[in-house]
């Protein structure tokens, strides 16, 4: 993966969503379609990104039962979409499950979409991790756990903050994904998240794709800071 800026279209309304798109005009980008907008709109909309010329990341986080899993992720893989995620605290088997799914659900002589896994999402700090999910270990390790139980059930990759991407790709090797959320420009608002970086920290930290939702899709002009970002990240 050519290490991709993507753009997370996280919009509260179809139209929104189309004149955010016109703004960039004819320029190919990688969105990140997540579930609001998929709940509301569906599969018409992806396929809507699609015809457009647009990667599409579906960041559904699957998480329930192996066989409920791998029957989703084998309808996901008709969608032509080139990137998915389920949540690693599923497990070994769910996440072996769902790369099943995908793999029989996609098109011969078509490649599958990449599946990764979510380690903690960047709005959980240490905080939260001890007194509301009662684990003590410290988020450095926790967040390795869940990648190298991602590498031993076959996934490619996993959704992490950039601080986590060195010691995940010391233990798990360079060609394991680190997409990685939580982005944000020097002087924006964090919002609900806790582990952000800035673009150029990203890159400095080996992460291989970066996330990035309201710096761009709240900016007074979303392709002047799109490409200011991307500039940034080294794209």
């Not at 991407?165 to 020097?186: S, Y």
Request: aromatic fraction near 4%.
């Amino acid at each position: 993966m050519q290490h991709p800026l993507m753009i997370a279209l996280d919009v509260d309304h179809p139209e929104k969503r189309k004149q955010l798109l016109e703004s960039f005009g004819e320029e190919p980008l990688f969105l990140k379609v997540g579930m609001e907008m998929f709940y509301r709109e569906g599969i018409s909309a992806l396929e809507e990104l699609k015809k457009a010329g647009h990667s599409i990341f579906l960041d559904l986080k699957l998480h329930d039962i192996p066989n409920t899993v791998k029957r989703s992720m084998k309808v996901l893989a008709t969608l032509g979409i080139d990137m998915v995620n389920v949540h690693a605290a599923g497990g070994i088997k769910m996440m072996k499950a769902a790369l099943e799914g995908l793999e029989e659900g996609t098109a011969p002589g078509r490649q599958r979409p990449k599946l990764i896994a979510v380690t903690q999402l960047t709005s959980t700090d240490s905080s939260m991790l001890e007194n509301e999910l009662l684990i003590t270990q410290s988020m450095d390790k926790v967040v390795l756990h869940y990648a190298k139980l991602a590498q031993e059930a076959g996934l490619d990759g996993v959704v992490c903050s950039a601080k986590e991407v060195p010691l995940i790709h010391a233990e798990c090797g360079k060609t394991f994904l680190t997409v990685t959320p939580g982005i944000r420009q020097e002087n924006d608002a964090v919002g609900d998240q806790k582990r952000v970086v800035t673009p150029q920290m990203a890159r400095s930290l080996g992460s291989d794709a970066i996330v990035v939702g309201r710096s761009i899709t709240a900016s007074e002009n979303p392709l002047q800071t799109y490409r200011m970002m991307k500039a940034n990240w080294g794209e």
